[in-house]
């Protein structure tokens, strides 16, 4: 298959298990993949890693559990706090068994398979339709969601695809042709946020990518004219209002039905929300309730942007972690990466980093916080910034 020699352990089988699960919903035992990666956690040899970002996100969770005694809905947000206590269990065991490259890598293929023949075979052959709009079922039933979650998996995608050389990889050829129908599913969902996400997040890579390996001009354009033929008209009317929703003036031209002058007032409500509770908020995952309370007219509705979603939710020190947690990990990624040189595992880490950039840009006119993808993504990212490192000083002490 092209990856390198890995060994397994009870913690990556049970990440390998909860992968699985929340990617396609094909079973409900993840908690009995959690349980198998904390018994790998107690038997592991070589001490149990707590890196500052799962501190940070642990201190998130407790912050949430705080705020949620300081709001009218206590339940919704107690509720949040011990779903996110799991997923802070769940990437403490990523963080531990994700410790070389080969296990870096299988994990990405992993994801990255589960994740096409699954919600992309779904939504590409028994899919559904909302307005027009491609969905799925489970959480891929939003094409919002479901537009952001393709846009990891095809992050993942160009990773394994564009650190690789060479086509007779079994890695580098399944990546690559992966990369068509997730382009696919992420145009027909019509997601505005996922278009810009990816333009800002992946399109300067591609394109220095492009100039530097010329030969990929002829596969990248096949792609592109493929999917431009077969992507339905109503697809381009709706990105094309894009434009203008740069403009408060221009902004109920966006589309027909009004759906983002509509987003427009939301987001103003969310504002007021904020300032009238901004330090414990009205509790995670409380929004909607709270969007009722304030304006009935509305009902309850999402905020459309994570970030105002979270500072209405959580306040603004929850608000801060939460972006604190992201900051440190692409920190301490671009650094480690930059040290490197010009390694295949730097050019797979480069693009992780390019497909989160994507996911928080996207996040601008989307809530995608609860999500579960972005923080494995986040895990994988400082596993591989922290091998990245690792095999730096190695060299360095070599050539010493």
């Known amino acids: 298959m092209g990856l390198p020699r890995f060994d397994w352990s009870l913690t990556l089988v049970g990440l390998c298990i909860f992968t699985f699960v929340v990617v396609t919903y094909k079973v409900r035992i993840g908690d009995i993949g959690i349980a198998i990666g904390v018994a790998g956690l107690c038997l592991q040899r070589g001490g149990l890693k707590i890196p500052k970002f799962l501190w940070l996100y642990a201190a998130f969770v407790l912050w949430v559990f705080v705020g949620s005694f300081a709001t009218p809905f206590t339940d919704i947000a107690l509720e949040q706090a011990i779903e996110r ?9 990523a963080v531990n068994a994700l410790r070389t490259e080969g296990q870096l890598r299988f994990y990405l293929l992993f994801f990255l398979g589960c994740f096409v023949l699954f919600p992309v075979r779904g939504t590409l052959v028994g899919g559904d339709t909302i307005s027009g709009r491609a969905v799925w079922n489970y959480i891929y039933s939003n094409p919002n969601d479901l537009a952001a979650l393709s846009l990891i ?24 042709i992966s990369a068509i129908p997730l382009l696919a599913v992420i145009l027909l969902t019509q997601s505005r946020g996922a278009v810009i996400g990816l333009a800002v997040g992946m399109g300067p890579a591609m394109v220095l990518l492009l100039i530097k390996r010329r030969w990929l001009l002829v596969p990248a354009g096949l792609i592109v004219l493929v999917i431009g033929f077969v992507t339905p008209a109503n697809v381009w009317e709706r990105l094309a209002g894009i434009e203008k929703l740069s403009s408060v003036e221009t902004v109920a031209e966006a589309d027909p039905e009004g759906s983002a002058e509509q987003r427009l007032e939301i987001q103003k409500v969310a504002w007021r929300i904020f300032l009238d509770n901004p330090v414990f908020g009205m509790g995670l995952g409380a929004y909607p309730q709270a969007n009722a309370m304030y304006a009935p007219d509305l009902g309850k509705r999402d905020t459309h942007n994570t970030y ?3 500072a209405a939710e959580t306040g603004f020190p929850g608000l801060a972690l939460w972006c604190a947690l992201f900051w440190s990990v692409l920190r301490h990624a671009g650094r480690s990466r930059r040290n490197a040189g010009a390694e295949a595992l730097a050019t797979q880490q ?26 494995l993504v986040l895990t994988v990212l400082w596993c591989s910034a922290t091998i990245l490192e690792r ?3 190695a060299t360095q002490r070599g050539l010493e």
């Open 391 to 393: 095999t730096a000083r």
């Open 85 to 93: 206590l799991k997923l802070v269990v769940v990437m403490l065991i």
């Open 308 to 310: 105002l979603n979270l």
């Open 350 to 375: 480069y693009w992780i980093e390019r497909t989160l950039i994507a996911y928080l840009v996207a996040a601008v006119v989307g809530t995608y916080s609860a999500l579960t993808f972005p923080y």
């Open 153 to 176: 998996a095809l992050g993942v995608a160009f990773a394994l695809w564009f650190s690789e050389h060479s086509w007779r990889s079994f890695v580098s050829l399944g990546a690559a």
